[in-house]
């Protein structure tokens, strides 16, 4: 199947539509040219809202942390975002449901199949990293493993959301010594393909 109509098909998607708050309305970005991969949990309720991920202050600090600006980033040749689930899976006592596995199995070996020109692939958050390391690590230490992970084309970050500015004053080695180096393989990545 080609990317368009597996978008296309996914887009239409309404299989787990009686376990969602709202009507399926899967959100996600890729093309079959795509360098850069971000995957993440599922789309929260102002992407749900917009239909744009990363639109808000997280998206702000992830585009910072990458060095580009929001046109490269919604360039779906740059960069496919591919969250573990598509639609926004609702709220629970301590924040946002996790998303909802039936997306991740029904979808995604497709999808990442066709992403054959992925250079980088940035995980972001606990269901991301389970799927991806089949890993069950802290955060903090698989990103503390940057240059390893990295060998392997993969980085592990903290989710940019504002919630994890406490994390990121506890481990300011972060943004002092990943950034940098997330910045100049980004910028190489996306140079090298124009």
Known sequence: MAMQKLLTKIRQCTLCEQDLPFKPKPILQASAQSKILIVGQAPGTKTHEKSIPFDDLSGDRLRAWLGVNKAQFYQANNFAIVPMGFCYPGRGKSGDLPPLPLCAKTWREALLAKLEKVELTIILGRYAINWHLHSTAP??????????LLKSKQLVLPHPSPRNNIWLKRNDWFEATVIPVLQAEVNRILTASN
Do not use: R
């Open 139 to 148: 955060i903090t230490e698989l990103a503390q493993q940057w240059q390893s």
